[in-house]
């Protein structure tokens, strides 16, 4: 079991453009814990830090500042060579993330080798096969020698996620995992996950612009505007009770039964008016300054 | 197992059992069979021409005379002894012929290799590694391709002593001066490939750069390599013919250049010793047109509109076929099977 603690993360970009350079900042001093057997949701729109976040985690990218550690149960940090053995990744496009070239098995035997968890051949085809069964993928040695457009989305997707937890990593990061999925496989998919989370005591961060799905998946919601954490909280206070204007105007997104006739977000609230230099936290129920609120939260914890 | 995920799995899995069984008999598929190319009769003959050439190239010397020696029958048309004549110091064609083709075949062999090696590693390796890599491996590819290559390699032939002008120095000229026009289109796929998820992903999984590199994205680049190959070859052997015509070809080996090259300073033009410059000219053409057809073959695999749009086309000529076979049985046409077809190609 491995937790993880990110602490004041900021990214910087610099975009340039003839001799002028300017500097994008991706995400904005970004505090975040995740603990295993609970699933913190990162909630926000296209280019408010979400995926940044993620590949930092990843170690995609480097961040500008802050820090990521990541801990054994015993408190002892995880040293480099170990880190992608804990920390791994469900990409968002199941049909971009397997190799057209290569069969299933290689996609899940590759970890298992990288990380050392298999001794022989037939010992390496074993797992594959088990990894497969755990994630519903059955019969697995019909579905283990096909390549990935042999499969289905949904099918794709559980593919990506044994392969994630093929290193026998505690930390999954799944980006927008059922985003590119039909509606009718999505439930399934994010039970599987759920699912696999009770077995393992994963500890999930589950990145979205769907309020609906964070709230059926997470415990916690942690809301992104900008880069910077707008409002935070257990994730029915977050969805049944916004504070912030932008958490409002994600709210107001979802389509809801109850609620007669359409409603134009954008007209219910006014986007220019949206702040995103002040944080709700439903932890410590007060408004606090976006960037150092994020600290004064983790250290509440 | 309690989740509602297995009612999806499930039908999934009812589908890929019953698929399993009726696959039974089918052979183990693999990616590689993805990069075949699909038999077409423009295919066929693209490999009938480059197997024969090439099988002549391999077994012809061992079965012709010795194209050196020389006898009183000067340019003596093809006749029986002599399938191909002679020239003006009375030598076998036909045995010229064989080892020309061996001596060209050599040099656009490991040019073609050459060319590709260079230019996967200066395309791919700086296109992966992207940023100052990227960079300087692009200025220098752009430098190169814009090197004028034939005079070049006049330059460094004329400069090379005729004696120390072998195989390799030739073929090592004629590579440095080709590989840069396929490493620039090798850079732009590979920059495409390496910004897929799958080749991020592998990277999350902890894969080495090299692995990275050579078993994730070169596989989905080899259609392009392979392509690029052909066409190094094709160059290569007109390359090497123009400089042996001018002189300048290897001196230690004889190829379809420099029989053309003996047949120019024979004056077999003005003779009208055709079976002289004929041949090795038939022999260069026919290759480089075997190797083109094997190039367009291989072009759809990496533009599959290509296939398509063959596909259509016959699809078009057998509705045209299956019409005028009705036409002629004086039976009805179907209203919407065969013509609709037809229109909607057209």
């Known amino acids: ?301 | 197992m309690t989740n509602p995920s297995n009612a999806p799995a499930a039908a999934d899995n009812a589908e890929l059992l019953a698929e399993a069984a009726a696959e039974t008999g089918r052979a183990p598929r693999s990616g590689w069979r993805m990069l075949l190319p699909t038999m077409t009769p423009w295919l066929a003959v693209g490999l009938i021409l480059v197997g024969g050439i090439t099988l002549f190239g391999l077994i012809g010397p061992l079965l012709v005379g010795d194209p050196t020696e020389i006898r009183d029958q000067g340019l003596t048309a093809p006749t029986g002894d002599f399938i191909l004549g002679t020239t003006q110091t009375g030598q076998d064609v036909m045995a010229q012929l064989a080892y020309a083709t061996r001596g060209s075949l050599q040099i656009g062999f490991i040019v073609g290799v050459l060319a590709t090696v260079l230019s996967a590693f200066f395309g791919i390796y700086g296109a992966y590694r992207g940023r100052v890599v990227d960079e300087a491996f692009s200025l220098f590819t752009n430098v190169c391709l814009v090197i004028p290559g034939l005079p070049l390699v006049i330059v460094i032939s004329g400069f090379v002593p005729r004696e120390s002008r072998g195989l390799w120095t030739i073929a090592l000229v004629l590579a440095i001066t080709s590989w840069a026009g396929s490493a620039r289109v090798l850079r732009a796929q590979t920059l495409s490939v390496r910004n897929r998820d799958y080749v991020a992903a592998s990277q999350v999984s902890g894969e080495r750069p090299w692995r990275v590199i050579v078993v994730e994205i070169l596989p989905n680049l080899l259609p392009v390599i392979a392509s690029q190959f052909v066409f190094a070859v094709i160059s290569a052997l007109l390359g090497e013919a123009g400089l042996s015509f001018i002189g300048l070809g290897a001196s230690n080996s004889s190829t379809l250049g420099t029989m053309l090259f003996y047949a120019q300073n024979g004056f077999a033009l003005p003779l009208g010793a055709w079976w002289w410059f004929v041949p090795p000219g038939l022999v260069i053409a026919l290759f480089g047109m075997g190797l083109a057809l094997i190039n367009f073959s291989i072009d759809e695999i990496i533009n599959p509109k290509l296939k398509n749009t063959r596909l259509h086309r016959k699809r078009a000529r057998r509705a045209l076929r299956l019409e005028r076979e009705l036409a002629r049985t004086g039976r009805k046409v179907p209203r919407q099977a065969a013509p609709s077809d037809e229109e909607t190609v057209r």
């Open chain 1, 1 to 301: 079991m491995t937790s993880v603690k990110i602490t004041d993360l900021v990214k910087d970009y610099t975009l340039r453009s003839g001799l002028k350079r300017t500097r994008l900042r991706a995400v904005d001093h970004v505090s975040l814990e995740l603990t295993p057997g609970r699933t913190v949701a990162l909630v926000g729109e296209s280019g408010s830090g979400k995926s940044t976040i993620a590949k930092i985690l990843t170690r995609m990218e480097r961040p500008t500042s802050g820090t990521v550690e990541v801990r054994l149960d015993d408190g002892t940090p995880v040293p480099n060579g170990h880190y992608r053995r804990e920390v791994q990744m469900v990409f968002q496009d199941p049909f971009a993330s397997l190799n057209p070239f290569h069969s299933i098995e290689h996609h899940i035997a590759r970890p298992l080798k990288i990380h050392g968890r298999t001794q022989s051949q037939e010992d390496t085809r074993a797992r594959v096969l088990e990894m497969l069964e755990r994630v519903n993928l059955t019969p697995a040695e019909a579905i283990a020698p096909r390549r990935p457009h042999e499969l289905s989305g949904g099918q794709r997707q559980r593919v990506a996620i044994a392969r994630a937890l093929a290193p026998g990593a505690q930390v999954l990061i799944a980006d927008e995992p059922v985003s590119m999925l039909d509606v009718s496989i999505r439930l399934g998919v994010l039970n599987l996950l759920g699912r696999l989370q009770r077995e393992d005591q994963l500890a999930v961060l589950y990145i979205t612009h769907d309020l609906a799905t964070a709230r059926h998946f997470s415990d916690e919601i942690v809301v992104l505007y900008r880069g910077r954490v707008v409002e935070r909280g257990p994730s029915d206070a977050v969805i049944l009770d916004p504070h912030h204007d932008y958490t409002k105007l994600l709210a107001l997104a979802a389509p809801d039964p109850e609620r007669p006739g359409r409603v134009t977000s954008e007209a219910a609230v006014d986007r220019k008016a949206i702040d995103n230099s002040t944080c709700y936290d439903h932890f410590a129920g007060e408004w606090r300054e976006a960037a150092a609120g994020a600290k004064a939260a983790v250290s509440a914890d």
